[in-house]
């Protein structure tokens, strides 16, 4: 069975920039060079178009997919038939889930303990916590992402996959933080003064700023925002309670509602390499925020090193 945050690595392919060797986003199992990146005879604006159904076409592929591949799983005499030779099996499934979320978890927790050092140093350029400045909006954000790790981490140690819940509030307090590195570089103050009034930040105005320090810096910007689009919708099937993640929580033994917690540490096993995704995330934003924001170049460099010593996941 496949599950839905285990169909993609996100922050990899967002924030790294597209390889041309790579298979192109728009949805073709063709190389992007020899795609959509050379899609010369059409305009730009047919292209992000082009590239955006396309984008929506394989969104829908997916979750069809995913209903498909549940459905077959559950369904199955496969699994019935494996059970009743081995009456354990349930158990022992569950076991080998434990055991690799034992494996990845303390390696998550490690590479955050490594992060979490450089986001408490922020505090030392805040000279009043309740000052309306880029770096203490930025301390407090990053801070807030902090005790959401910590909570994902308490649940997934218990295979509770409703730990995946607090990676989009992660991510957005990331964006923010983004967000409020790229005002600072052009000098806007818009979204800082409302936030400090109490004003919730769209995502969509994250999303803008990061296209135009992408487009600034030479990236695919039409091309990873689709990709972007596409992760926020499947990211949406699990907070908001879709068919497609109630049925994942069916056993394929049983054919019942999975009360016993097989398929839970099932998901939470194969979930956490997408939050290892999102820790890459947090440390590319605070490579932003002392290279950007503070102007450390040696912290910059130690980040830098850190996110290559997690590379190999």
């Known amino acids: 069975m496949r599950t839905i945050l285990g169909c993609f690595n996100n922050q990899k392919i967002i924030m790294k920039g597209l390889d041309r060797n790579k298979k192109c986003p728009c949805g073709s199992d063709k190389k992007w060079k020899n795609c959509c990146l050379n899609k010369e005879n059409i305009s730009n604006e047919e292209s992000n178009k082009y590239s955006s159904k396309k984008m929506n076409e394989k969104t829908k592929k997916d979750k069809a997919f995913l209903i498909a591949d549940n459905r077959r799983a559950i369904k199955?005499?496969?699994?019935?038939?494996?059970?009743?030779?081995?009456p354990n099996l349930i158990e022992?499934?569950?076991?080998?889930?434990r055991m690799e979320i034992a494996l990845k978890?303390?390696?998550?927790?490690?590479?955050?303990?490594e992060l979490l050092p450089f986001i408490k140093n922020l505090r030392g350029y805040v000279q009043d916590?309740?000052?309306?400045?880029?770096?203490?909006?930025?301390?407090?954000?990053?801070?807030?992402?902090c005790q959401d790790w910590k909570s994902?981490?308490?649940l997934a140690r218990n295979g509770d996959y409703g730990s995946f819940a607090f990676v989009r509030l992660i991510k957005e307090a990331i964006a923010l933080s983004d967000l409020f590195v790229l005002d600072f570089r052009k000098n806007k103050h818009k979204h800082l003064s409302e936030w400090f009034k109490g004003e919730i930040i769209g995502h969509g105005a994250c999303r803008i700023a990061q296209d135009e320090f992408m487009q600034e810096n030479g990236m695919a910007v039409d091309k990873m925002k689709n990709i972007a689009s596409h992760i926020y919708q499947m990211e949406s099937l699990v907070i908001h309670g879709s068919y497609i993640s109630m049925i994942e929580s069916v056993s394929p033994f049983t054919e019942d509602f999975d009360y016993g917690g097989r398929t839970q540490y099932f998901r939470t096993s194969k979930g956490l390499d997408y939050a290892k995704g999102t820790m890459d995330a947090m440390n590319i934003n605070l490579k932003l925020v002392y290279g950007?924001?503070?102007?450390?170049?040696?912290?910059?460099e130690q980040l830098d090193k850190i996110l290559t010593k997690y590379s190999a996941w």
């Open 129 to 145: 916590i309740t000052e309306e400045t880029f770096i203490c909006a930025v301390y407090l954000s990053l801070s807030h992402a």
């Open 76 to 86: 199955s005499l496969e699994a019935k038939k494996a059970l009743k030779e081995d």
């Open 105 to 113: 978890l303390p390696a998550l927790e490690q590479y955050f303990s």
């Open 152 to 154: 994902l981490f308490s």
């Open 292 to 300: 950007q924001l503070i102007g450390d170049k040696e912290k910059y």
């Open 92 to 97: 022992e499934d569950k076991e080998r889930s």
